[in-house]
């Protein structure tokens, strides 16, 4: 009787019933997995909302958002409820770095040269170390024939990565008598 009684108890807590609530985060990593990443990057801040203390639904809906698809408008309203929410962005900040440096490159190389230096000047704001910032300042201030200040960032970002690739590049730029 009591191996019968155990056996009901498990059929009845494996068998979904109507009432219960859904789980969000489940079901972004389920739309993640399937490739479904615009889904997936809602469900996850759906899952953050309902839940502000949920890292896991964060850390979800800001690297789909802010990560390789470079979604800056999905990404500032991850990174904007997460500062309503939780009063702070530190942890994605990095991702919010990436996601305006690839656009004001973007924004760059289409000659739309003040909107990407808003875009880099915002993200040397969140990540004030990173070299590849300078590196795209100092290119829009070339473009604007602004020497000095292309010939600064140069110089930090030569300071902070002395190997970073694009230096040897800007130095040609900056001094084209130079090149062979």
């Given at each position: 009787?009591?191996?019968?009684?155990?056996?009901?108890?498990?059929?009845?807590?494996?068998?979904?019933?109507?009432?219960?609530?859904?789980?969000?985060?489940?079901?972004?990593?389920n739309?993640?997995?399937?490739?479904?990443?615009?889904?997936?990057?809602?469900s996850?801040?759906?899952?953050?909302?309902?839940?502000?203390?949920?890292?896991?639904?964060?850390?979800?809906?800001?690297?789909?958002?802010?990560?390789?698809?470079?979604?800056?408008?999905?990404?500032?309203?991850?990174?904007?409820?997460?500062?309503?929410?939780?009063?702070?962005?530190?942890?994605?900040?990095?991702?919010?770095?990436?996601a305006?440096?690839?656009?004001?490159?973007?924004?760059?190389?289409?000659g739309?040269?003040?909107a990407?230096?808003?875009?880099?000047?915002?993200?040397?704001?969140?990540?004030?170390?990173?070299?590849?910032?300078?590196?795209?300042?100092?290119?829009?201030?070339?473009?604007?024939g602004?020497?000095?200040?292309?010939?600064?960032?140069?110089?930090?970002a030569?300071?902070?990565?002395?190997?970073?690739?694009?230096l040897?590049?800007?130095?040609?730029?900056?001094?084209?008598?130079?090149?062979?």
């Amino acid at each position: 009787m009591r191996k019968l009684a155990g056996m009901a108890a498990v059929v009845a807590l494996s068998t979904p019933t109507l009432g219960c609530p859904r789980d969000p985060l489940a079901e972004a990593r389920n739309l993640e997995r399937d490739g479904r990443t615009d889904e997936a990057a809602e469900s996850y801040l759906d899952a953050a909302r309902a839940d502000p203390a949920l890292m896991a639904a964060w850390d979800g809906a800001a690297r789909l958002a802010c990560g390789d698809r470079a979604d800056i408008s999905g990404c500032l309203e991850v990174l904007d409820t997460e500062l309503e929410l939780l009063g702070q962005v530190e942890r994605h900040g990095e991702l919010l770095a990436e996601a305006l440096e690839r656009r004001g490159r973007a924004r760059l190389a289409q000659g739309l040269v003040h909107a990407a230096l808003e875009d880099l000047t915002r993200a040397q704001e969140v990540a004030p170390e990173r070299p590849s910032i300078f590196a795209a300042q100092a290119r829009a201030y070339l473009m604007q024939g602004r020497r000095v200040e292309a010939k600064e960032r140069i110089e930090q970002a030569r300071k902070r990565d002395p190997s970073l690739e694009e230096l040897s590049e800007l130095h040609e730029l900056m001094n084209p008598s130079d090149s062979p």
